[in-house]
């Protein structure tokens, strides 16, 4: 049959495939629902198109961003950025 060199090499491939690629795309697709479950009306948000506002209206699937020319335009919540929104969203640093 197979060498058990080979099978173990092979586990190992799998096992390193798992932990490098496969759960930190599960985590970062948790965080993101979890984020976009915990946004309410006031947040700062970034669109993954790249557009800022300020959410006005949260609906079940959609949101409702208030640009700022003062527009609304209504999204569906997948199409928030992450990690732009909490980039958006950190203290800035002041030099000294």
Not at 1 to 11: C, K, T
Not at 37 to 55: C, E, M, S, Y
Not at 60 to 70: R, Y
């Amino acid at each position: 049959m197979g060498n058990p060199q080979q099978l173990i090499m092979m586990g190992l491939i799998i096992l390193v495939f798992y932990f490098f690629m496969i759960r930190p795309q599960i985590k970062k697709q948790k965080d993101q629902k979890k984020f976009v479950d915990d946004l309410k009306k006031g947040d700062k948000v970034v669109t993954t198109a790249g557009i800022h506002g300020r959410i006005v209206d949260l609906a079940e699937t959609t949101i409702l961003i208030e640009t700022e020319g003062g527009g609304k335009i209504r999204f569906d919540k997948t199409a928030i950025s992450l990690d732009a929104s909490k980039a958006l969203n950190a203290p800035v640093a002041t030099k000294s």
